[in-house]
């Protein structure tokens, strides 16, 4: 058995005070002076330890506060205050939430799934994602409990044309040369968002953290900063529409590229693979009205890697912008399924990627794997602002940032996403997430639950309503 997976995560404390969901009002006027203040028993010691962050203008007392409300409930004269804090509704937009990157800036800090001690608030059904739930009845078996059992669970995934069977000759040996294949030790891709103050400081930062991680960074090859020796292996050149030049010397050096698709995409690809044969291609697909058709004709056609990108709102392209990436990815595995073809291909899927659990659930609609972009910007504690898009300066100074510390909190995020990978996969009593893709058996979507069970519910019902009062 090989040694099992471990990423090395370490705390990174963030440079500014996060923005904390709820702030604390203490009014001065009307107290009485108690001998014991309701504020030297705070099981923190907030209110000794705040202070004033001038570059933010908050107080951070706001984020050392564990909402225990004890200050709050034990004030004789009411005169502590517990509010929502107007900032921090400010942060992100409808899908990227507040909720979400505050999520995002902790594990990239501590490298720690997010537990609320007092339990979850939230509604338990949305869109997207949210309509999908996870089998958990083997939670109960401790020997698959995710990080924290005994048997071992695998994440690696394989990356490559696989052969629909196999082919001898009279002496036994292989009769014809195996297509390469990549493995990578877990479902998770980096990819250089497209916001950012400092592409080239993240680019670094992200290979960096990909040689810690063991992945590949996918990185656009027209403004890719000197990569190290040492790194070629983890890095995945992305190639625009007709910009690839068989003379690149960095095909030579690295073990997979990136190709947007394009009208002679797959002549190109022949031509490509002809001089260097070992060299993985990824092609790089819209999710559009066209991506199903488009999957399954490049798939019989021999591609050995697809990525299917989608809106950073998790939507689809053109005709699918009314479509959530969770059902793009069924269509785009049904459709392999129907043809024969799914085992042959790797399918990678972009754009929404936004939480631990997206992960898991993109598999479990059909993905081999996932490419995460935004996030990585969060995790170096962006407030997503967009100022860098219209020129303006970064509040947070990611600029500045160092490589290693940078590195350190996307290795941090990645390592805190892969745990709850493995605890998903420990409760559903799996061990191999090459098993969890396209496994809808262990999920159950809200829609399906509404169309076979709901549905005829409330249609017998009208029926019942009639039969009562035909007028």
Known sequence: ?????????????????????????????????????????????????????????????????????????????????????????QLGDEYWTPEILSATWYQAETGKIPVSGAGYGGPFSGPGFDSLWTDMSEIVRPTRDGIHGREYISTSVDLGRKPMFLLFDEQGDMAWTTPPLLELPLPILLAEPKLGPNPRGMQEIITLAAQNLG??????RDQLVPVPAQALGQIMPSYSAGALELEDPLLSQVRAIEMLDHPALLKQVEVLKKRYPQLLVSIKVPGDEKVVDRVAELTAAGAEIIHIY??????????????????????????????????????????????????????????????????????????????????????????????????????????????????????????????????????????????????????????????????
Request: net charge positive.
């Open 310 to 471: 989608a809106t950073e709102k998790a939507r689809g392209l053109g005709g699918f912008q009314d479509l959530h990436l969770k059902d793009l990815i069924r269509r785009c595995h049904l459709r392999l399924v129907e043809e024969q073809l799914r085992d042959t291909v790797t399918l990678l899927f972009s754009g929404g990627i936004a939480l631990a659990e997206h992960v898991a659930k993109a598999i479990i609609c059909g993905a081999d794997g996932i490419i995460a972009d935004l996030p990585l910007l969060l995790a170096l504690e962006c407030r997503l602002c967009r100022q860098c898009t219209k020129g303006g300066n970064c509040p947070v100074e990611i600029d500045l940032l160092t490589t290693k510390r940078g590195a350190q909190r996307l290795v941090n995020l990645i390592g805190a996403w892969n745990n709850q990978l493995l605890e998903i996969m420990g409760a559903m009593g799996m061990r191999e997430v090459r098993r969890l893709r396209g496994e809808v058996g262990r999920a159950m979507f809200l829609e399906d639950l509404e169309k076979e069970i709901f549905a005829p519910l409330f249609a017998n019902r009208e029926t019942e309503l009639q039969k009562r009062d035909p007028n």
């Open 1 to 89: 058995m090989p040694a099992k997976y471990h990423i090395h995560v370490r705390r990174v404390p963030p440079r500014f005070t996060p923005l904390a969901k709820n702030a604390i009002i203490d009014w001065s006027e009307g107290c009485l002076r108690c001998a014991r203040c309701v504020k030297e028993q705070c099981p923190v010691d907030a209110y000794r330890k705040r202070g004033f962050d001038r570059t933010q203008f908050v107080d951070t007392i706001d984020e050392m506060c564990r909402d225990c409300y004890r200050c709050v409930q034990g004030c004789p004269r009411e005169l502590i205050y517990k509010v929502v804090n107007p900032q921090y509704r």
């Open 215 to 220: 992945t590949l960074a996918i990185l656009g």
